[in-house]
């Protein structure tokens, strides 16, 4: 079956420190994207960043990088820095490759960046 | 500017009363699909559609239709809506392996 798990329902993280936000996937496509969202308390959905899972390098965004660890099956997102714009909710995705029409999304994680 | 409109925003409706979610995209992509997303389950897809008069079920397709007769709009119907049809919907498109543009969301409740 393919799944996105991110096992942290809610994170609390004082401003300036890093953070990161973990998430793990299952599937058995050697080819797919991995891919970060934010959802602010506004609602909208940002989309934050891509990793392809054949890139050599991870991939980074400003200050948003995806630590992605191909054996562990893990694509976690680290932001540096954090600032208080950062509270929002997070998604980690998945499209595997094989199932072009499809985007499988975690549950999500809740960050409270505190001042 | 490049953007997913929903319409409405914001809706609440009784049950069984029929409605429409539509969306619309200025991009010129050819594939579009509904989420909705609820507490714990993050995004669920309902429909997906890869092209013109093409359309396929999500995840959770259960009483939806949808419909793709020009490129740019993809609306959701609801003919006989319930309460576990209350949730936050989400349109989205993208080019072939990109990402996915989100629309605004609308927010459901069915009393």
């Known amino acids: 079956a393919q799944k996105i798990t991110q096992t942290q329902p809610g994170m609390f993280v004082q401003e300036k420190e890093a953070v990161t936000l973990d998430c793990t996937y299952d599937t058995s496509d050697p080819s797919y994207g991995l891919f970060w969202y934010k959802q602010p308390s506004s609602g909208e959905m940002i989309f934050l960043i891509y990793q392809g899972s054949y890139d050599q390098q991870n991939a980074t965004e400003g200050r948003y990088s995806l630590n992605f660890q191909k054996a562990r099956k893990s694509a976690n997102l680290v932001i540096s820095a954090s600032q208080l714009g950062d509270s929002a909710m997070y998604f980690c995705a998945m499209r595997p490759y094989s199932s072009a029409s499809k985007i499988i999304f975690g549950s999500g994680t809740r960050l409270s960046i505190r001042p | 500017e490049a953007q997913v409109t929903q319409n409405p925003r914001y809706l609440i409706t009784v049950t069984g009363k029929k409605l429409t979610v539509t969306c619309s995209q200025n991009m010129n992509h050819e594939y579009m699909s509904w989420y909705r997303q609820d507490p714990g389950l993050g995004l669920r897809q309902i429909y997906y559609?890869?092209?013109?008069?093409?359309?396929d079920k999500g995840d959770v397709p259960e009483g939806y239709k949808v419909s793709r007769k020009e490129k740019r709009n993809f609306p959701l119907i609801l003919e006989s809506p319930s309460p576990n049809q209350t949730s936050l919907y989400f349109c989205?498109?993208?080019?072939?392996?990109?990402?996915?543009?989100f629309g605004e969301g609308s927010r459901l409740t069915v009393l």
């Open positions: 989205a498109s993208r080019i072939p392996g990109g990402e996915l543009f």
């Open positions: 559609s890869m092209n013109v008069e093409v359309t």
